[in-house]
């Protein structure tokens, strides 16, 4: 069974910093594609950034330039750093773990990110 537990939200000011970690066990990690998606409240669970296998990264529009998903297969851990933030990046981030084969693949609990001052 793949388990996902993320770290690192909190509260910040508009224009700071954090840094989201993710740290996956259950199965050979560096097979993984992992991505970040974040849900606000009453609004749909989106993709924020994806990183694959083979380290190739996507992200969505309105954080390109301002966030950075990496991963260490040593550690078994996918990061999210985020830049600038904005108040509209409140909302709850979540990590995925998915293979080739998987449509839908596993997700972590959650983890807070409130942008306010």
């Known amino acids: 069974q793949v388990q996902l537990v993320e770290s690192g939200g909190g509260l910040v000011q508009p224009g700071g910093s954090l840094r989201l970690s993710c740290v996956a066990s259950?199965?050979?990690?560096?097979?993984?594609?992992m991505a970040w998606y974040r849900q606000a409240p009453g609004k749909g669970r989106e993709l924020v950034a994806l990183i694959t296998n083979k380290f190739s990264t996507n992200y969505a529009d309105s954080v390109k330039g301002r966030f950075t998903i990496s991963r260490d297969n040593d550690k078994n851990t996918v990061y999210l750093q985020m830049n600038s933030l904005k108040p509209e990046d409140t909302a709850v981030y979540y990590c995925?773990?998915?293979?080739?084969?998987?449509?839908?693949?596993?997700w972590g609990q959650g983890t807070q990110v409130t942008v306010s001052s």
């Open positions: 259950g199965r050979r990690f560096s097979i993984n594609h």
């Open positions: 995925n773990s998915r293979t080739s084969l998987e449509v839908y693949g596993y």
